[in-house]
C-alpha cells in the first residue's frame, strides 16, 4: 500500500521510502524526506517566492536527471505557482515551494531546487548577486576558499556583503543580497568582477568557460545573474555520489580550508550545524541588509 501522510492539513501520497537514492551511503528516499522536513524553516525562507526549477533523479544520482520548469504531472492543486513566460510558451508556469506541504511534495519527486536571483511576479528584477566558483582539476575548492576571499574584500570594497555556501559538488557559491536592480545590471557587474579577478589572481582566476583555459584554474561564472538562469537553492540535496547539500559556510570555514574534504557537507551533517551555528545565509533574508551595486565599476 502507497503510504499517504498528513502534512499541515494537506495529503501527500508518497512512493518508495525504502528505495536506495544514494548506493554510495544506503541513503533512502524516507531519509531524503526526512532531511527535508529537518532544514526546513532555513530552507522555505531561502526559496520564498521564488519560482523554483527541478533537477530530479527518481532512481538516484546514476540514473535518468531531468531538468523541469514546468509543473510536473499530477502536481497538486494545492501546490502554488507563478507565471514565468518564456518566449516558446508565453503562458508557462513555475512552481512555488511556498510551504511544508509543498516542501515534502517536491522532495518525494526527489529533486534538486534551483531559483532565479529575482522573485515571483518581478522577472528580471534581481535581488541576489550570485557568483559560482568552479574549479577546473586539479584545483579544488581549496582554490575556490582563495577566490573567494579575494572577492569577499573586493566586494566590501563596494560596500557589498559575500556569504558563502557549498555548491554540494565541487565548488563554492557567492551570494550577496541587493536593493532591486535590474539583472542585467547585475550581471554586467558580476562580470567586470570576475574580469578583475582574473586580472588580479591570473595564476588561479579565469572568468571564461573554455575549457582549455580551466585546468588548475578557478573559473568565476558569473552567468548566473542572467534573468534566465538559476543556482542550486541553500539546503538542497544535489544528484551526486553521495547526499552531499549545498550548504551555507562561515567566512572562518573559508579561512581554514585546506582540504577539500573540508568543505563537504552531508545531509546528516547539516542538523548539527543548523542547531550551533544557525541559519548561516539569514541575513540574505533582510531586506535591512541588502545592498547597492556601485554605479560605476571601479
Known amino acids: 500500500m502507497t503510504p499517504i501522510t498528513l502534512v499541515e492539513g494537506r495529503r501527500i501520497t508518497l512512493s518508495n521510502l525504502d528505495k536506495v537514492l544514494y548506493p554510495e551511503t544506503g541513503f533512502t528516499k524516507g531519509e531524503v524526506l526526512h532531511y527535508y522536513a529537518t532544514v526546513a524553516r532555513p530552507l522555505l525562507a531561502h526559496v520564498h517566492d521564488r519560482p523554483v526549477s527541478f533537477l530530479r533523479y527518481p532512481d538516484g544520482p546514476d540514473g535518468q536527471l531531468f531538468f523541469t520548469k514546468n509543473p510536473p504531472p499530477g502536481t497538486p492543486d494545492w501546490v502554488k505557482t507563478t507565471p514565468v513566460p518564456r518566449s516558446e ?4 508556469e513555475q512552481v512555488v515551494v511556498a510551504d511544508l506541504p509543498t516542501l515534502m511534495w517536491a522532495a518525494n519527486l526527489v529533486v534538486e531546487l534551483h531559483t532565479p ?3 515571483a ?3 528580471a528584477i534581481a535581488d541576489r548577486l550570485v557568483l559560482d566558483l568552479d574549479p577546473g582539476p586539479p584545483a579544488s575548492v581549496v582554490e575556490c ?3 573567494a576571499l579575494w572577492l569577499r574584500e573586493r566586494l566590501a570594497a563596494d560596500g557589498l556583503e559575500a556569504y558563502a555556501k557549498t555548491s554540494g559538488s565541487k565548488g563554492l557559491h557567492l551570494a550577496v543580497a541587493l536593493e532591486p536592480t535590474a539583472s542585467a545590471q547585475v550581471s554586467a557587474y558580476a562580470k567586470r568582477l570576475a574580469q578583475e579577478a582574473e586580472r588580479e589572481l591570473p595564476d588561479l582566476v579565469v572568468h571564461r568557460m573554455a575549457k582549455a583555459l580551466r585546468p588548475g584554474k578557478v573559473f568565476v561564472d558569473h552567468s548566473q545573474n542572467a534573468a534566465a538562469k538559476t543556482t542550486a537553492a541553500p539546503y ?3 544528484a551526486r555520489a553521495r547526499p552531499t547539500v549545498s550548504a551555507p559556510v562561515s567566512w572562518d570555514e573559508v579561512e581554514a580550508c585546506r582540504s577539500p574534504a573540508d568543505l563537504v557537507f552531508l545531509a546528516d551533517d547539516i542538523a548539527p550545524r543548523l ?3 544557525g541559519d548561516l545565509f539569514a541575513p540574505l533574508t533582510d531586506p535591512g541588509r541588502a545592498g547597492s551595486l556601485p554605479r560605476e565599476g571601479r
Not at 89 to 92: I, M, Q
Open 89 to 92: 510558451d508565453l503562458s508557462a
Open 117 to 119: 536571483q529575482w522573485t
Open 121 to 123: 511576479g518581478r522577472p
Open 145 to 147: 576558499c582563495a577566490a
Open 236 to 238: 538542497t540535496l544535489r
Open 275 to 277: 542547531e550551533r551555528d
